[in-house]
């Protein structure tokens, strides 16, 4: 991670005019170039001079979070000509700008056929992509995200909100699809753009580890570029853990500006008919359970299984854990947290 290492003040400018004296000396394009490989721009050079003071504030926010300042990414993100950011992380610029206008422009379609909105938040690894995309399909809707990625430390991903596509998605019209968390003030700039229901969608942490493990490294992971899973625990475990616990202690808050619906992983795998109308239900007031029912058995009756459950059974990760790492996994799990998902060490 040393290639996000550095202070993006020379791609942070302001002025247009310190911005075209930047590009005529060419520190433009060694700034952007730091962290290009990261980030997968297109060329700069492709986008049309008037573009670039943009460009800069959108190169210095995605720098800023990769180093983990929250502030300064929100700030610069602020003078970012993106209305709404699609189901991804990252985007070329020019990219990402079309995006996000096509994005909006079928939201506000939505809208003005009276489709609702539903706002959730989701734990990495919990079937994430299979709730979020059902919703999506039911309510006829887009998928959106408020929240942009960053690196509290030098592995972990984290995401933090954009207030204004927080502000796009409370108008309704779309459905999110994004891993959110209860810190750095997020519920609380949520509930400022309009937010005032969250479905949050968690797992036991552990088998959520496992399951990113087998994302990054495949099921099979080759000894010559994966590292064990108990180095890979070590740096990951700690934030799962904490996620969870975290939107527990938000949702056990007897005054708070959103309200939250905990929905579980093993509930979905167990009926998700059951988890998807009544989600539904609390985020729109709607009676979907007929829609629930024939989308999900038309997807049984084309063979389509949800990708996301993989083969695995929930505690398919106790196999890859000797009995110290089972032990370590119970030392640094929140009690909240254990109590709330009935884990057994």
């Not at 983990?68 to 000509?81: C, N, Q």
């Not at 950011?85 to 990252?90: A, H, I, M, P, Y």
């Not at 079309?98 to 989701?122: D, F, K, N, T």
């Not at 202690?249 to 059951?274: F, G, M, P």
Request: charged share 25%; hydrophobic share 45%.
């Amino acid at each position: 991670m040393d290639r996000f290492r550095y202070a993006p003040d020379d791609i942070a400018r302001s002025d247009a005019q310190d911005l075209s004296d930047l590009v005529a000396a060419g520190a433009f394009r060694a700034a952007v170039a730091r962290f290009q490989d990261a980030v997968s721009f297109r060329p700069f050079d492709l986008l049309p001079e008037a573009n670039y003071a943009a460009f800069a504030k959108y190169c210095a926010a995605v720098a800023a979070a990769q180093n983990g300042d929250v502030a300064a990414a929100r700030g610069f993100m602020a003078a970012v000509d993106i209305p709404l950011s699609g189901d991804f992380d990252l985007l070329p610029y020019a990219e990402a700008v079309a995006y996000g206008h096509e994005m909006r422009r079928r939201q506000l379609e939505c809208i003005s056929e009276g489709r609702p909105g539903i706002y959730v938040a989701s734990l990495p690894k919990s079937a994430s992509g299979f709730l979020s995309n059902t919703l999506a399909s039911i309510l006829g809707v887009p998928i959106a995200r408020t929240a942009m990625v960053y690196r509290p430390g030098p592995a972990t991903l984290d995401y933090f909100v954009v207030d204004a596509w927080a502000k796009c998605v409370a108008q309704g019209g779309c459905v999110t699809h994004e891993h959110t968390s209860a810190s750095h003030g997020n519920p609380e700039r949520l509930a400022e753009a309009g937010i005032r229901k969250i479905i949050v969608q968690i797992r036991d942490p552990r088998a959520s580890t496992a399951s990113l493990y087998h994302h990054f490294f495949g099921t099979e992971p080759k000894a010559e570029y994966a590292r064990s899973f108990k180095e890979f625990a070590a740096e990951y475990y700690g934030h799962l853990a904490g996620w969870v616990d975290g939107w527990l202690c938000y949702a056990d808050q007897v005054e708070k500006a959103i309200e939250v619906r905990i929905v579980t992983y093993d509930a979905i795998r167990a009926e998700a008919a059951d988890a998807i109308a009544g989600a539904i239900g609390f985020a729109t007031g709607l009676d979907r359970r007929d829609a629930v029912d024939g989308h999900l058995n038309d997807r049984a009756a084309r063979g389509e299984l949800p990708h996301n459950f993989r083969k695995g059974e929930p505690e398919n990760w106790r196999g890859m854990a000797d009995s110290g790492l089972i032990e370590w996994f119970w030392g640094n799990t929140p009690g909240r947290v254990r109590s709330y998902l009935a884990m057994t060490k």
